[in-house]
Each structure stands twice: as structure tokens, then as C-alpha cells.
């Protein structure tokens, strides 16, 4: 299976929350697809509003999800292989799927990432994409840097960033 845009939601949205190495994450899911990874502390107010708690081993997407993760944060996984609704507008999703195409290890800058959706102006367009990412790690917007090569603004923070990027070798 490889990473798709899943276009119809199917199923109650339900939460589950795993430990990870950068702290406890919240993943947001129906019955065919992830739909959001939130960082702690970063969980909107009202988690019950998004369904109930799920069982792991008891939701196929949920289960996936954390699986996936837990191998990618053991130096076992280089991409994911999940459905997925992030739910954007068209130029945004563009924007992630053109993230999920920056393989594990190497970086882009966001002009190479707006040159790639054929839209080389648009490098504030792309920032801002990447800014409302609702599945960072999975869809993986910190591997973009700035022009100078610099780490820019992540949702986790930018010791996250770094953390993840030298999980995958590209800062030692």
C-alpha cells in the first residue's frame, strides 16, 4: 500500500494518543483514513468533540498509524504507507503531496518545494501550506529548510525539527 489522499470520510473520527520519543502525539482518524497528528500541548480544547477514544488494536487506521510511527521513530521506516485526509485546498494538498515526495534523509528548501508544484513564486504560498500541515512526521514538512539552509517554524517546535532530521541523518 502506498501514502493515498483518501477523498470520502467514512466512519465516526475517533483519537487515540501514543508515547513517542518527542513526546505524546494525538492521531485523529475514521474507519478509512488518518486525519490529523497533533503534538503535545498542541490538541485542540475539546478532544471529545473528535469522537471517542479508540483502541489501538481495534481500529485499523489508528493501529496503522501507530505502528508506523513507532517503527519511523526506531530507525525502522523511511516513508509511510497510510491513507490519509488532510483535508486542504487544492493548492495545499498539492503542496503536502509534494512533501511526501522529499525522500527520508534529504531536505528542500521551500522554493525547490514550489518550483516542484510548477509555481516557483509562490514560496510564501508553500510556507503557509506547510504551516497548516494537520499530519506532520507522516506528511513531512520538516524536512524543508530555509534558503540559507537554516531550521524555520515547525508546529513542534524547532527542537522537534531537529530531533526528527537528525533521526534521519541529515543533521549530525
Avoid at 44 to 70: D, T, Y
Avoid at 127 to 141: F, M, Y
Wanted: with cysteine; aromatic share 6%; proline share 8%.
Amino acid at each position: 500500500m502506498t501514502t493515498v489522499f483518501v477523498a470520502q470520510p467514512a466512519g465516526q473520527v475517533r483519537h487515540a494518543r501514543i508515547d513517542s520519543p518527542i513526546g505524546e502525539l494525538t492521531l485523529l482518524a475514521d474507519d478509512a483514513a488518518l486525519l490529523k497528528v497533533c503534538f503535545a500541548g498542541a490538541v485542540e480544547p475539546i478532544v471529545g468533540a473528535w469522537g471517542p477514544r479508540a483502541e489501538l488494536a481495534q481500529h485499523p487506521v489508528l493501529g496503522a498509524a501507530a505502528a508506523q510511527l513507532s517503527e519511523y521513530f526506531a530507525g525502522e521506516r523511511t516513508a509511510f504507507t497510510l491513507p490519509l485526509r488532510p483535508g486542504g485546498t487544492p493548492f495545499q494538498e498539492a503542496a503536502w503531496q509534494a512533501l511526501i515526495g522529499i525522500p527520508y534523509g534529504q531536505t528542500r528548501s521551500y522554493a525547490a518545494q514550489a518550483a516542484a508544484l510548477g509555481r516557483p513564486t509562490a514560496v510564501r504560498a508553500v510556507g503557509g501550506a506547510n504551516n497548516r500541515n494537520p499530519l506532520p512526521i507522516v506528511i513531512p514538512c520538516h524536512r524543508v529548510l530555509g534558503a540559507s539552509g537554516a531550521l524555520t517554524g515547525y508546529a513542534g517546535g524547532l527542537p522537534v525539527k531537529e530531533f526528527l532530521l537528525r533521526l534521519e541523518g541529515v543533521l549530525l
